[in-house]
């Protein structure tokens, strides 16, 4: 039996450390390279050959220096004396990169170790050579190591978030949803919103699966456990915005009445972003009989899959664009303005096909009052999706969001007045199709009765309405009317100190609103307070339907088993899991466990 050689820390000199096997051999490898050679190799003419003939003695090193820099004889301290990364490491780092990317792309765990290794290690084999390929083979990416690195990150994740709700100035914003996936199973997302350097930082916070029933209260403690189960007082969160059912999520319901008599002080807002909704329930009758009609069409069509294939075989042998129609859907805001715009561009062709296949729909389809309902409803939604769209995006407060509202609603006299004229100006698909002053004069009764009911229901509902005098210095420090302040009013001689700086008038003009106030939380954090606690409250619910699609990749036929909270959390969190933290508390429990 060969005598086996033993490492010297003075062998560090040439760019060399040490692994150690599992029987005790020990075997040398190169920092620079990350080659490793075999116990026979241990010695300084082999390693000195290796050092000269493939680094050239590394230039512009002098190595005689090298003696005498303190080199642990442990291969991860004698690493990070130089700045670099061990083998174990960087086989450890290319994997949790891996699983991050796996989670960031929405993939199964398996695409790892069934499509991704297996290609590259052909990739290495044919470009870079057999060495290439054997150091790849040693990536860690079966589907449990995948898994096991996405919950890692996940938790890493969620504890920066929970550190920046805990160093929040401010107490935090909640925008809680809750949807249903393929499997029936009611999931309950949210998101928070929280100051963090000066700035206004919206992150995603849990979704979690409703196991039982889908009550009020049964959303309340889901959604209080988890606050106790991370040790937060429930009373950080300043507001919550809800949406869906009125018994369950609604502004009325039940978890609305735990969520205030645990934490009295708090906002409650519901979600803007559902207006069509409300029109429906405003409707005429005749507008509803047509809107159930055009469901029925498109269930027809899209509901029989033979219908659904000569559809679009006819659809494509005269040349039309819209080959395919899209459901209807009562929870997405954009769906009933779109199926109306489709329907009405291809109603001609769409009045051919059901001729062609005698439905018993043609008669009401055809008829000429359906297409002038159709068309004023098409004109409404597309208002309504444009309102909508106008909101949908991060950052949006409910003063902006309310303003909007506002601005919307005060739209309707003006188009009752026209109504009223017979001019449809603000409706082109309505104004298209009316051809007599008698098609023009029924259908202005009933548009001018609609948005009168709309307009009484917008401001009833969504509490429509401008901020008060007194506090419009939030928006507008620096032209707001002082003088609509009170003198009792305490922060009056802050807010004129802020009005005379001609620096802060700068950083008004080029920042965001919030941001502005942000920063002011130094100089002014009685002023800052105030127009942050206004300004934090989520508008809307449009970061958990953004989730929602997110979790449409997750929940799958073939991935349907399968707990997602983890995954769905790097994928859509804006935080980047501190990979060098993890992976050094991975080793060091290796480390132990040995």
Known sequence: ?????????????????????????????????????????????????HFNRQHGGV??????SLKHMPTPSDQSETLKAFGVA?????????????????????????????LVKPCALEIAQIVLGPDAQKKLQQVPLSDDVIHSRIDEMSQDILQQVLEDI?????????????????????????????????????????????????????????????FLKHKIALDVCGSVCTDGASSMLGENSEFVAYVKK???????????????????????????????????????????????????????????????????TEMRWLSRGQILTHIFEMYEEINQFLHHKSSNL???????????????????FKHLNELSASMQRTGMNTVSAREKLSAFVRKFPFWQKRIEKRNFTNFPFLEEIIVSDNEGIFIAAEITLHLQQLSNFFHGYFSIGDLNEASKWILDPFLFNIDFVDDSYLMKNDLAELRASGQILMEFETMKLEDFWCAQFTA???????????????????????????????????RSCFNLSDDIRVAISKKVPRFSDIIEQKLQLQQKSL
């Open 59 to 64: 230039a512009g090193h002098d190595l005689n």
């Open 262 to 328: 645990e934490i009295p002080h708090i906002v409650v807002t519901h979600c803007l972003l559902n207006p069509h909704a409300l029109v429906i329930k405003t409707l005429p009758t005749k507008l509803r009989d047509a809107l159930f009609t055009v469901v029925r069409v498109i269930n027809f069509i899209k509901g029989r899959a033979p219908n659904h294939r000569l559809f679009q075989a006819f659809f494509e042998e005269i040349g039309i664009e819209y080959s395919v129609l899209l459901f209807h």
């Open 166 to 226: 805990k160093a929040s100035p401010l107490k935090v914003g909640i925008q809680l949803a809750e949807t249903t996936d393929m499997d029936d199973c009611s999931q309950l997302m949210a998101f928070v919103r929280y100051i963090k350097e000066r700035e206004i930082v919206e992150e995603f916070l849990f979704c979690e699966p409703l196991q039982l029933s889908m009550k009020g209260i049964d959303v309340f403690n889901l959604f209080r456990d988890f």
């Open 524 to 558: 002014f954090p009685n002023l800052a307070k105030t127009a942050l606690e206004i300004l934090m409250p989520f508008a809307t619910t449009y970061l958990c339907e953004l989730g929602f699609s997110s979790l449409l990749h997750f929940k799958t036929k073939s």
């Open 362 to 380: 043609v008669d009401g389809f055809e008829n000429k009052e359906f297409k002038i309902h159709l068309a004023y409803l098409a004109d409404l």
């Open 86 to 114: 061990s083998h174990e490491d960087t086989l450890l780092q290319a994997s949790y990169q891996f699983a991050y990317l796996c989670a960031k792309e929405k993939n199964p765990h398996t695409v790892a170790e069934k």
């Open 1 to 49: 039996m060969s005598k086996k050689r033993k490492w010297d820390d003075d062998y560090v000199r040439y760019w060399f450390t040490c692994t150690t096997e599992v029987d005790g051999t020990q075997r040398p490898q190169c920092v620079l390279c990350n080659s490793v050679f075999s116990n026979a190799d241990l010695r300084p003419s082999k390693l000195s050959d």
